[in-house]
């Protein structure tokens, strides 16, 4: 029963604040990379960010560097995405999806993450 749970989704502002969380079930993220990526209405799924197992690398998307922040928390089993200064374009449903490895460095590319979300909605509008 290996499942990632995103939770967090909602509407807000533009210029406003979300955390989205990814849980685990059934496996322990400790030795696995974590990625966020998105998928807005008509158009293809995009990668966001992702983080290494030690938690030491992080990689962004140019359009969310400087807003966005991805962190992990293996004692309670969870990575999180710090979503700042959001921004209309930011609307989407957002993915958390895992490798096993013992990565020092991630890639945001959906082919590389072989457990993956349900997925949780962002809206940003006024």
């Known amino acids: 029963q290996l499942q990632l749970v995103e939770s967090g989704g909602d509407l807000v502002q533009p210029g406003g604040s979300l955390r989205l969380s990814c849980a685990a079930s059934?496996?322990?993220?400790?030795?696995?990379?974590i990625a966020w990526f998105r998928q807005a209405p008509g158009k293809e799924r995009e990668g966001v960010s992702c983080?290494?197992?030690?938690?030491?690398?992080?990689n962004y998307a140019d359009s969310v560097k400087g807003r966005f922040a991805i962190s992990r928390d293996n004692a309670k089993n969870t990575v999180y995405l710090q979503m700042n200064s959001l921004k209309p374009e930011d609307t989407a449903v957002y993915y958390c999806?895992?490798?096993?490895?013992?990565?020092?460095?991630?890639?945001?590319?959906?082919?590389?993450?072989?457990?993956w979300g349900q997925g949780t909605h962002v809206t940003v509008s006024s």
């Open positions: 999806a895992a490798i096993r490895g013992v990565f020092r460095r991630c890639v945001i590319s959906s082919n590389e993450y072989d457990q």
């Open positions: 983080i290494s197992t030690s938690g030491g690398s992080t």
């Open positions: 059934g496996f322990t993220l400790d030795y696995y990379a």
